[in-house]
């Protein structure tokens, strides 16, 4: 992913150099122009330095567009790439965390007890989530 994100910006750059060039060129023309005895032959250099500055113009204004297109979807993708990186990191966690669960029991007795103290830890957790502030009470294990 970051290869073609770093890809976009090296495009970028090689259109400066690009751009140096095509300059460079055009002032070349209108040096000779400016040098040269009026008639076909300038004529002709001047429609056709007029044409390659319309169709760079053109080109660039293009190119600036398609960049800035995919410099939108490279930052897309890396939000994308992050919340996912978060996403597997939750179910790593959530896998392990249900890993280490007691199984759940076949007695009546058990299952309540079970369910009882699953309700009491969901309002703890959502306690947490609700008063941040509450966590600096200590994490307690609730038997029934």
Not at 6 to 35: C, P, W, Y
Not at 116 to 124: G, K, P
Request: hydrophobic residues 40%.
């Amino acid at each position: 992913m970051s290869v073609v994100c770093t890809g976009v910006q090296e495009m970028f750059e090689s259109s400066d150099v690009l751009d140096a060039k095509i300059k460079s060129l055009l002032e070349q023309g209108e040096h000779r122009i400016a040098n040269s005895a009026p008639g076909d032959v300038t004529t002709q250099l001047r429609r056709s330095l007029d044409d390659v500055s319309a169709r760079w113009d053109a080109l660039k204004l293009r190119f600036i567009e398609h960049g800035n297109q995919l410099t939108a979807a490279c930052d897309e993708a890396k939000q994308l790439n992050d919340r996912l990186t978060e996403t597997m990191a939750w179910l790593n966690g959530v896998e392990q965390t249900l890993g280490t669960q007691p199984l759940v029991s076949r007695v009546v007795d058990n299952i309540q007890l079970q369910i009882q103290q699953h309700h009491v830890m969901t309002l703890i957790d959502a306690l947490y989530l609700i008063y941040p502030d509450f966590s600096h009470l200590c994490r307690f294990d609730v038997v029934m």
